[in-house]
């Protein structure tokens, strides 16, 4: 249990779906992200919000929707998806932004799968 | 974008074999942190090292951070089971407008057998 806990833990979607990924931290965090990991590839870092604010978008498609209604829920809203866009979505907070040697706590993910 | 690699990409290993993962980059990193992914599971910070030479242990892990903080390695002693996951390692890159970002490596899967 890393106090970060991310809802659907699975999902499957067709391409003119939409729906939605949650994280939600427990720690008192001040700065969450967004990662996709792809099989082959390293983590990509998508979003980093900042005391609810967004404070980096990694070049990431409009298909793909952050929102941090406050600092310990983030959500992903996903429309329009594309097969390669299937991923595990994990989502991770730190104390505050990036500092060095500062430790990330991840979530366990959201494994999705576009049809 | 600094690059980190790893290597192998994949291991698997007899219980009880002593093993060691490297992390290389061009690129000189003011910290380094390795993180263990277990299956089914977010990644878990193990250590983080920020002295060039400094060795830290944690049990039967060994980790190394390189005199020029451009490398690392992980040194398992006597590898068990519970061991098994993605090992992925990581480095602050210089700060941006959003502070220090990390680079993630391609990771290293190990398997290890009963």
């Known amino acids: 249990e890393t106090g970060v806990t991310q809802t659907p833990r699975h999902l499957v979607m067709g391409m003119t779906n939409k729906k939605s990924l949650k994280c939600e931290q427990h720690?008192?965090?001040?700065?969450m992200y967004w990662y996709k990991q792809s099989a082959k590839k390293p983590l990509e870092l998508m979003f980093v919000?900042?005391?609810?604010?967004?404070?980096e978008n990694n070049s990431v498609p409009s298909r793909f929707s952050p929102e941090c209604p406050n600092s310990s829920h983030l959500f992903l809203h996903l429309h329009t998806l594309q097969p390669e866009d299937s991923a595990l979505y994990l989502c991770?907070?730190?104390?505050?932004?990036?500092?060095?040697?500062?430790?990330?706590?991840f979530g366990e993910g959201s494994r999705l799968t576009v049809l | 974008t600094q690059l980190l690699e790893q290597s192998p990409q994949f291991l698997s290993i007899q219980e009880g074999e002593n093993l060691t993962v490297y992390c290389n980059s061009s690129?000189?990193?003011?910290?380094l942190q390795w993180y263990r992914q277990e299956p089914g599971e977010g990644p878990v910070l193990l250590v983080t090292?920020?002295?060039?030479?400094e060795v830290k242990k944690l049990k039967r892990l060994t980790f190394q951070f390189g005199d020029a903080r451009k490398d690392s390695s992980l040194h398992i002693t006597a590898a068990q089971p519970g061991d098994t996951g993605l090992y992925l390692c990581?480095?602050?890159?210089?700060?941006?407008?959003?502070?220090?970002?990390?680079?993630f490596g391609g990771g290293t899967r190990l398997m290890v057998k009963p």
């Open positions: 990581a480095g602050d890159e210089p700060p941006n407008n959003a502070g220090n970002m990390l680079t």
């Open positions: 090292v920020v002295t060039g030479g």
């Open positions: 991770a907070s730190s104390q505050d932004r990036y500092q060095p040697a500062g430790e990330l706590f």
């Open positions: 919000y900042s005391l609810e604010e967004r404070v």
């Open positions: 720690l008192g965090h001040n700065a």
């Open positions: 690129s000189v990193f003011s910290s």
